[in-house]
């Protein structure tokens, strides 16, 4: 199973919906996608959750993580960076185990540059807690101009460019899986040991 990891908790927002528009993209292409929405979570990470030392409300959440194939990151840029409560999951989340050797891709939103910064961001954080980053990003500039009153996405570009990524980033979590090189792989090699 891979995630998506919509990362923002502002209601209404058009990550979500970009989110499960990401999905449905998975979804044609075979793939089963979950979407881990942080405004769902937010009450448990505020209230349960210290740094690691999880919660029976939290766990779910946090073994998703963990056992994903893929994880697809869809980060608005707020103030030019992510959303801090984004920052605040990723801060709650097991270490190394969750992010090492995982497969990530990035999706940004936001107004002129799409968000770049926090998307070039999160690829520090992920690279240096050694995630196998996907080199294509897609980055959606004046995000409320593609978007219908339904919240679905009305341009075909960006619909080329996300239906691209996901085609590609299958691909690499497959090569990756293939070799056992992967976070899966790697976490069940040292339970047998
Ligand atoms: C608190 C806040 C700060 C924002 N700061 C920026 C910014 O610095 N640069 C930008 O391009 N867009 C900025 N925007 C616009 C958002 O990126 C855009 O509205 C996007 O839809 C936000 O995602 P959301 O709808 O999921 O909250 C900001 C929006 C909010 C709510």
Redesign the pocket.
């Known amino acids: 199973m891979k995630y998506i990891i919509s990362g923002?908790d502002?209601p209404?927002?058009?990550?979500?919906k970009i989110s499960k528009h990401i999905q449905s993209v998975y979804h044609s292409l075979g793939e089963q996608v979950e979407i881990i929405d942080l405004k769902e979570l937010k009450k448990h990470l505020h209230d349960d959750i210290h740094y690691g030392k999880t919660s029976d409300a939290m766990k779910p959440y946090l073994d998703k993580v963990l056992s994903s194939e893929g994880l697809i990151v869809v980060c608005?840029?707020?103030?030019?960076?992510m959303?801090g409560i984004l920052k605040y999951f990723i801060d709650h989340l097991k270490f190394p185990e969750s992010f090492e050797f995982r497969p990530v891709c990035f999706v940004g939103?936001?107004?002129?540059?799409?968000?770049l910064r926090p998307v070039e961001h999160l690829q520090q954080v992920f690279g240096y807690r050694n995630a196998y980053v996907y080199p294509e990003r897609v980055f959606i500039m004046n995000?409320?101009k593609i978007l219908t009153a339904e919240g679905l996405v009305q341009d075909e570009l960006i619909k080329q460019l996300l239906e691209k990524q996901a085609k590609g980033f299958k691909k690499f979590t497959e090569a990756l899986g293939a070799f056992k090189i992967d976070a899966n792989a790697l976490i069940e090699q040292k339970k047998q040991k």
């Open positions: 923002t502002r209404d927002s058009n990550t979500l608005p840029e707020y103030n030019g960076s959303p939103l936001g107004g002129m540059f799409g968000a995000v409320h």
